[in-house]
């Protein structure tokens, strides 16, 4: 059965909406408060530790005990009850909680062999106008719509990169919710006429094709991002969501100097997702126009620095040093601009695990998860960070929460070479090698051919290990164990050695 629900007293607590109810009335709870009171229904009469509730509740963030009691405080003033003589939440002095009375656990509708998760994308609306060259305005309204979704918290949301992987195919609702994970599917189109847009948006259930929600907009150009984000809001409402207020700077029109600036930025992340060596400078052209006009515009600064970030990855870098300064420098004035955005907090994590700061980049990593548990990248960098840091099962856990993110993300080769490592490393030989070659099979950098040399040794296969030795020296003429390191500075050195012992009985020179 899929449980649905928790009843207690006179409240429920819908898990799938993810709500809670008195009766008819519908009582509003903050994220985390609503994950501590799920914590305490799983396990009502059982004395949960403050640990255990901290680490359950926030999982990837350092807090104390007084976060967790101003949460507990949230929760019984919400359901009226006294610490003195509790009827919900009891306090066990110095230990932690325990969920009080009687807790009906409510099921309805068996789930069906291949049920698509309760999930949301959000696809790449359609250009109505007739000048192809406004595509950048469709995809990148769809885009921050996506962005604004995501950072809903509760509401799992797969990353745009893998549903705009499907723009060019048929819409196939079931398809596509298959494809991506996902049982709602965001679509629409934009129709940019003169300085006015209109834009159509609908949410398509893909267990059965309905349409749940849907709406026309009719709007001037220069109210794109409240646009956006009344979309975004009333898409969440449909699934059973609230959005968090609209950020200051989208309440209020765009003037003309300002809409600029965002036209520039949308038309940099469209060069920005071809992720070709070309459409990198484009795209980088396009954030540093939209920064001449606003310097403040925190996602023109995001665009600078994962535009350094593709080139370090890629290798493309003229000069790395330099790229990963600029890098750091965006990244850091993300930050400056908006504390609270987690895209800022990744792309610093991302630097930081390029040079080897190991300890900086999970605590940037950590916050961006904090802040937005969608974002795949983060959980990328940090699946990499704990695999080439000796600890594989935890690293495999984050590289596998990556892929379920983004299942068709343009860069799932880097997952698939994360996972291949994490695998060797574990001595699990033949799941190294499956992934190695999956990852090969998306990109042919040398890379995967390392893990496949290393994962041959650790299978006995001494033979297998020094012809893939071979193709790897042939893929990367001149590398040698030392030379490793350079694009895996934050291997611990227990890692290197381990590496060292597994590439030295293949045959690779040290």
Sequence with gaps: MRLRSYEFGPFRLDVVRQQLWEGETHRDLTPKAYDLLLHLLERPGELLEKQTLLDGV????????SVLKVRISELRKVLRDDPAKPRFIETAHRKGYRFLGKVNALGTDPVAEGALPEALAVTVFENRGEDSALDYLSEGIASAVCGRLSAV???PVIAFASSATLAETRFDAGRWGERLGARYLVRGSVQRIDDRLRVQAELIDAEDGTARWGERYDRPLVDVRSLEDEIADQVACSVGQRLFDPLPHHRKRLDPESFGAYDALLRGAYFQRRQTKETAGQARACYEEALVIDEDLVHAHYGMAISYAFDLMNLTAENPAESAAKLFMHGRRCIEIDEEWALGHAVSGFGCTMIGQRDQAERFLRRAISLDRNLPGPHNQRGFLRV????????????AEAVRLSPLDPELWLSRLGQAVGECMAGRPEAAIKRARESLAQSPLWQARLVLTMSRVVKGDLEGARDECQALQAAKPGLTIATVWTTMPSATPEVRTRFAELLGKAGLPA
């Design 58 to 65: 926030w999982p990837d963030v350092v807090v104390g005990d």
């Design 153 to 155: 918290g509760r509401l």
């Design 388 to 399: 080439l840091g000796g600890q594989p099962e935890e690293g495999l856990a984050h590289l």
